[in-house]
């Protein structure tokens, strides 16, 4: 079975056309479904992957991506890079009284993860369609 990659502008065309008749989508794997029919519509080979939407979706300005996650004990899988979209992390420290700093976690500066020194693990994304602007 062949297939063909859409290139970004098709995907994100596909997404709002969805998210503006849906206006709310509770988890990826429905979101990625409903965008596939959106696509074969214009050519029925057209696919895209959960992570390829995940990232486009969490970018645009039009959706709110609300991320619900589990603690994880494990700190050692941390590799700096946000588990959403892959942008970079930004620590967030907190001053003590004794004038010395201490980490207290890490934020996205792409999209709305965030995360404490107990690694959250993404588990389900909520996605809700905003007027644009």
Same mark, same amino acid.
């Given at each position: ?8 502008? !098709?995907?994100? %065309?596909?997404?709002? #056309?969805?998210? &503006?008749?849906? +206006? ?6 429905? *979101? ?9 519509? !214009?050519?029925? %080979?057209?696919?895209? #992957?959960?992570? &390829?939407?995940? +990232? ?6 039009? *959706? ?12 050692k899988d941390f590799k700096g890079k946000c588990p959403v979209c892959g942008g970079n992390l930004k ?25 404490t020194l107990k690694r959250r693990v993404p588990t389900r994304y909520h996605f809700e369609y905003d007027?644009?602007?």
């Amino acid at each position: 079975m062949s297939y063909s990659i859409p290139d970004d502008e !098709k995907i994100l %065309d596909a997404l709002r #056309s969805v998210m &503006r008749r849906m +206006k709310g989508i509770g988890s990826l794997t429905k *979101l990625r479904s409903l965008v596939i029919k959106e696509l074969k519509i !214009k050519n029925p %080979d057209f696919t895209v #992957s959960h992570e &390829r939407l995940r +990232k486009l979706a969490v970018r645009v300005p039009f *959706l709110k991506v609300n991320i619900k996650a589990r603690k994880n004990d494990r700190s050692k899988d941390f590799k700096g890079k946000c588990p959403v979209c892959g942008g970079n992390l930004k620590t967030t420290k907190n001053e003590t009284i004794f004038g010395g700093t201490v980490t207290l976690g890490y934020k996205c500066i792409q999209c709305p993860y965030w995360t404490t020194l107990k690694r959250r693990v993404p588990t389900r994304y909520h996605f809700e369609y905003d007027k644009e602007k």
